[in-house]
């Protein structure tokens, strides 16, 4: 677990002025899918959402759970974790599963997560 400072701040300066990204374009890497929590989040809740055994330790965890009242983010490809962020405080982003082609649009100091054509992404 990593906090990323760049990717906190890229994403918090989008809620406030507007548009969209991609958010490959934000958190690039070798990842085909995002799982996003809000947390706090046990690990307990984020394995069971893996459906497999899932370590989180590091920035913002304490006894196997995250503690931070932000987003955090695990990146995935092909069922191996690859990288998992925390955004601190900043929770901008809706809880789900996200495919790697996700937009992140702002409007209004809020963030909703498109599929690339526009329409809701998620599960």
Do not use: C
Not at 22 to 30: H, N, R
Not at 48 to 53: A, I, M, S, W
Not at 93 to 110: E, H, I, P, S
């Amino acid at each position: 677990m990593e906090f990323d400072d760049s990717l906190e701040k890229s994403i918090g300066d989008l809620a406030r002025s507007g548009g969209s990204r991609p958010l490959k374009e934000l958190a690039p890497g070798d990842w085909t899918s995002v799982q996003v929590f809000t947390g706090p989040a046990s690990g307990a809740r984020i394995e069971r959402e893996f459906g497999r055994p899932v370590t989180v330790e590091g920035d913002g965890t304490h006894s196997g759970d995250y503690v931070q009242d932000g987003n955090l983010l695990v990146f995935d490809r092909d069922g191996a974790t690859t990288r998992m962020v925390s955004l601190g405080t900043l929770a901008a982003l809706g809880d789900g599963k996200y495919r790697a082609d996700v937009v992140l649009k702002a409007q209004g100091g809020a963030i909703t997560m498109t599929d690339p054509d526009g329409r809701p992404a998620g599960r």
